[in-house]
């Protein structure tokens, strides 16, 4: 078993053991909440990396046709599964989950929002686009709560 997973005597059932990678080194307000110094460059390139060509992927899901278009469709599909890839990893070296996820899922349709307008011609007015920004906001402030 695993020493992060293993239970000392005297553990209460919720409470893991702190294996020697723990984050208990790493500074953080008093909701737990990481401080971006803290948090290494490894982990937020990966984070970066994901988000990125996830995006990489959006753009490619019009361009392969439901599918249909064989090396847009390879594309696609490298692109999220590398994305999904780097998100794993970020969170094996540290990441906090609660915190990662929110933050990747509010930039892509974030991103997503833009690569439409600039790329593809998508309608862009004032409000839309303020609205949707706000939600893409609203998720990545919620995170820190």
Sequence with gaps: MPASMRREPGDSKNEAVKSDDSRSDRQSNSNGVQ????IPFGIIAMLMGSVAV???GVFLM??????????????????FGTGVFL??????????????LPLVSAAIPLCAIFVGIFAF???ASFARVAVLVAACVAIAVASYL
């Design 54 to 56: 996830q995006v990489a």
């Design 35 to 38: 401080f971006m110094s803290t």
């Design 87 to 100: 998100l794993s990893r970020s969170l094996h070296s540290g990441a906090n989950l609660s915190i990662a």
């Design 121 to 123: 011609g998508d309608p």
């Design 62 to 79: 019009p361009l392969n046709k439901g599918f249909t278009a064989p090396l847009p469709t390879i594309g696609t599909i490298l692109c």
